[in-house]
């Protein structure tokens, strides 16, 4: 379905604003099937991404700083994520033995056992745009969207107390 059909408009003011309104379609349409993958394992996406981060940094520990600039949406509170995760048992929190004064965040068995368990939703997910797009065009898209945020076009249009780093 096009955006025009999606969004039942054909008025943008040009190409650029019709990019962007794509994009930020495009974006919402994965978060809501994210968040519907996750609500079967109780868990948001944020939660999920630090379980990420965390699987990725496993056997090492992570501290919450890392992590906080690992995320993906800069927005979440990684403490406070952290701390649901611990409620839930996946991960695990203790005083760094390196510096008494920093926290290490583990992932758990039980963490580890429920990114096996949603892995191959995920994958077949992101096997939906490698349906969708051929190898090149996966690169080109990827290509394309780094060079926009690349382009600083937050700075370009005086917004440069906006940090436009995705996490």
């Known amino acids: 379905m ?15 604003h019709r990019a962007i309104v794509n994009v930020l379609f495009t974006a919402s ?17 944020p939660q999920y991404n630090v379980l990420r981060i965390l699987r990725g940094a496993h056997p090492q520990p992570a501290t919450v700083r890392m992590i906080a600039e690992r995320m993906i949406d800069e927005n979440s ?30 992932i758990t068995p ?14 077949e997910f ?4 490698e349906k969708a797009l051929n190898p090149q065009e996966i690169l080109e898209l ?10 600083g076009v937050s700075s370009a249009h005086g917004l440069d107390d906006c940090d436009t780093t995705a996490g």
């Open 2 to 16: 096009s955006l025009e059909q999606a969004l039942k408009t054909s008025k943008f003011q040009s190409p650029g």
């Open 110 to 123: 039980k963490g580890l056992e429920l990114l096996k368990e949603i892995d191959p939703m995920a994958q």
């Open 29 to 45: 349409y994965v978060r809501k099937v994210h968040n519907h993958m996750l609500k079967r394992y109780g868990l948001t996406i």
């Open 77 to 106: 509170n990684a403490s406070r994520v952290v701390d649901k995760l611990k409620e839930k048992g996946l991960v695990s929190r203790f005083t760094s033995e390196l510096d008494r004064r920093l926290v290490d965040i583990n």
């Open 126 to 129: 992101s096997m939906g745009m």
């Open 142 to 151: 990827n290509r394309l969207l780094d060079t926009f945020r690349d382009y």
